[in-house]
């Protein structure tokens, strides 16, 4: 695979809040997610990608390129949604459309009609009139027609309901269909990831804790379930976190195999990503 975005060294301090030393590289055919609960940085990481926040130090590329002094080329092949408004509410989906279409040297109105008709969108209509969920379709209209080669999302299925979330995540498969393409999607609503995402980037308090593939990620981690009596200091360490019961106990592990053979009759289950991400940043965790 071919690197599209590389983040190196980089940093950004925002009030109290800090990015420091952040790496990490995006790579073409793959839909990465930035995980992280909610004032973990994944905002601040986006808006510093895109030269919404100015960055402290460090560097970012496209395609190998500088972004701070390539900002046209790289206006053009990144597609942006964003989970706040940035629309004017008094214009309408079509005025809005004007608005934006002549930043884009590459912008394709056949795609955006289409986009249209699909989502059931009407270009008379008002921003403001739209629901929370046509606000996301028509941002990501807009997002998918001046062909983006990589697409950045901020939140974009926070209150959502999970028949247009759904659809979000189909949309996003049909997209890399395309050969080049990549997607960068923060959430903290873990469940929108596990059908889609191939990396899993987990931040918390400004820092990467985890980077690698879902698979691999969800592979090396197991959620165990057993009895109160099969623990004792030696086990209790073999946890990432670990909670109790009066019933028993539960708990995440990153030692499945030295846990199995020091502990009989529990239950091993594969963890989703949101039993992975709070083992890691909630509160019942061990020092790791």
């Given amino acids: 695979m071919n690197s599209l975005l590389e983040v190196k060294e980089l940093k950004k ?3 109290g809040f800090h990015i420091e030393h952040m790496n990490f590289t995006l790579e073409e055919g793959c839909i990465t997610g930035l995980i992280g609960v909610n004032g973990s940085g994944k905002t601040t990481t986006i808006k510093t990608l895109l030269g919404l926040y100015l960055k402290d130090g460090g560097t970012i590329t496209f395609h190998g390129k500088e972004i701070d002094t390539n900002e046209g080329m790289v206006k053009n092949r990144i597609g ?11 214009l309408t989906l079509k005025e809005m459309k004007s608005v934006i279409a002549p930043a884009y040297s ?14 059931n969108l009407k270009l008379e209509q008002k921003i403001a009139d739209l629901s929370k969920g046509m606000r996301m379709k028509f941002a990501i209209a807009l997002a998918l027609s001046h062909h ?6 901020d939140e974009p299925t926070s209150g959502l309901d999970p028949l247009i979330r759904n659809e979000l995540m189909e949309i996003l498969l049909e997209f890399m269909q395309e050969e ?10 873990t469940s929108d990831l596990d059908k889609v995402a191939d990396i899993l980037i987990l931040i918390d308090n400004g820092k990467i804790l985890l ?36 019933f ?12 199995c053979e020091q502990m009989s009759n529990v239950v091993v289950e594969r963890p989703s990503i949101e039993n992975v991400m709070l083992a890691y940043v909630g509160g019942d965790r061990h020092d790791f």
């Fill in 13 to 15: 301090k925002l009030g």
């Fill in 80 to 90: 942006v949604v964003l989970d706040e408004g940035y629309f004017y509410e008094e």
């Fill in 148 to 153: 983006a080669d990589l697409l950045i999302m």
């Fill in 248 to 259: 028993g106990f539960e708990g995440i592990t990153d030692k499945k195999e030295i846990l």
């Fill in 180 to 189: 080049g393409k990549s997607v960068f999607f923060s959430t903290h609503i």
């Fill in 211 to 246: 980077n690698e593939s879902k698979d691999e990620l969800l592979d090396r981690h197991a959620l165990v379930k057993g009895d109160h009596s099969l623990l004792n200091e030696y086990t209790r360490e073999l946890f990432i976190s670990l909670q109790e019961t009066p």
């Fill in 106 to 119: 590459n912008w394709d109105e056949l795609a955006f009609i289409n986009y249209i008709n699909r989502f």
